[in-house]
């Protein structure tokens, strides 16, 4: 089984945002294993634009991923982290029960902005424990015939990333030489997705371009990729994740309530704390929705 999830286009950090496409949560499916939210951007010319500005914003109960193929990106975080991050390296944010960021492009940057955003939905085993930042400059790199796969999160083919996860995952980036193929050996009790982040690749016998998500399934025990131009292609897997979540803006919880409390104490409490140096406000809650919030499987 496999399906070509087509992203919707959104500005980050509101309307005149850059322009991301958002292919996680989607139509018919929330998640692939614990992911449960995907971005990817670029390339994006900078020049005569401010490039990325999303202001301070709060979370709960997930991780955020931050992964580049160009470019420059600067965190800060209420715990006092400042960390630029630059392709080849990973940014690993978990909120546990609350922390609030701030995304920019440096003032000195390359002039080009190209990655991926994603969110890893934290289990109720860890979702409320305390909020931690890492960044990791040295990762994991196999290589599987004309290919390369370096290891984001979790593990491959028995090689881990130093990243700490709280769910069976992977999260890996296969890049593709011209002309050249390979297989990537899989778990068959994981589910998986791929994206094309740079150039074009086949994968499994489907031409995918940058844009759609393919969903493979369960029950693979390998990969073929090949691509005929240079290429960069992001895997992700993972144990299907079986508890219901409620997702809103910023936040992963497991009810309405909740939702509520997080949103009421982001506009008005202190327990996301404060992001210190950013030049600008720090964004609001949008109004809650007239309906309730209903926890939701995996697939729609």
Not at 168 to 187: D, H, M, N
Request: hydrophobic share 40%.
């Amino acid at each position: 089984m496999s399906e070509l999830l087509e992203g919707a286009t959104v500005a980050l950090g509101g309307p005149r945002g850059m322009a991301v496409t958002r292919t996680l949560p989607n139509k018919g499916r929330r998640l692939v294993g614990a992911w449960c939210f995907l971005d990817s951007y670029g390339p994006e010319d900078l020049a005569g634009t401010p490039g990325m500005r999303v202001g301070p914003h709060p979370h709960i109960g997930l991780q955020t991923v931050s992964w580049l193929v160009q470019g420059e990106i600067l965190h800060r975080d209420s715990l006092g982290n400042l960390q630029e991050i630059r392709p080849g390296s990973l940014n690993l944010m978990t909120s546990g029960r609350g922390i609030s960021h701030s995304e920019e492009t440096p003032e000195v940057n390359s002039g080009v902005l190209q990655g991926v955003q994603l969110w890893v939905a934290l289990p109720s085993t860890a979702r409320h424990m305390a909020p931690a930042f890492t960044h990791h400059a040295d990762l994991p790199v196999l290589p599987f015939g004309g290919l390369s796969a370096t290891v984001l999160v979790g593990s491959l083919d028995g090689a881990a990333s130093p990243a700490a996860v709280y769910s069976p995952l992977v999260g890996a980036e296969i890049s593709v030489g011209a002309g050249s193929s390979g297989v990537v050996p899989l778990r068959p009790d994981f589910e998986y997705a791929v994206l094309t982040m740079d150039g074009a690749a086949e994968v499994e016998g489907h031409d995918l371009k940058p844009g759609p998500l393919l969903y493979l399934g369960e029950g693979h025990t390998s990969l073929s990729v090949s691509a005929g131009l240079p290429s960069r292609v992001l895997l992700l897997g993972g144990a299907p994740f079986e508890e219901p979540l409620v997702m809103w803006w910023n936040f992963v919880g497991r009810s309405h309530e909740e939702i509520v409390a997080a949103r009421a104490e982001w506009e008005t409490g202190d327990a996301f704390g404060e992001v210190h140096g950013y030049a600008g406000a720090r964004i609001p809650a949008p109004p809650m929705p007239i309906t309730r919030l209903l926890p939701r499987s995996r697939v729609r």
